[in-house]
């Protein structure tokens, strides 16, 4: 899906949004995924500076809350010192590193 694709999928699920939850699949899931993939490589950016003004795209903001919806907190290992773990519903950028 195109970035143009993923906004009034996203935007309408935001509508919808006290329906969401760790149990969504399909075309919504598969929507903020994309989005959040889109930021986490730097194709896609919540504000950008056009004409020295700057333009919040609203509709990612939304895919970042919505994927708070659709994703349980889980332990997450790697914290400083030996066994540390921390709580989250996003998993962590450092995972697999080192």
């Known amino acids: 899906m195109s970035l ?3 906004k009034p999928v996203i935007e309408q699920a935001f509508e919808n949004r006290d329906q969401i939850n760790a149990e969504t699949k399909g075309e ?3 929507a903020v ?3 959040l993939n889109a930021l986490d490589s730097g194709k896609a950016r ?3 500076k056009f004409k020295g003004t700057w333009e919040v795209h609203q ?3 939304m ?3 919505l994927s708070f919806r659709l994703n349980d907190m889980t332990t997450i290992p790697g914290g400083p010192g030996k066994d540390t773990n921390w709580w989250d519903k996003v998993p962590s950028k450092f995972d697999g590193w080192g």
Do not use: I
Request: no cysteine.
């Open 33 to 35: 995924n994309e989005a």
């Open 59 to 61: 509709w990612l903001k």
């Open 46 to 48: 919540v504000a950008e």
């Open 4 to 6: 143009a694709d993923l």
């Open 28 to 30: 919504v899931r598969d």
């Open 63 to 65: 895919a970042v809350l």
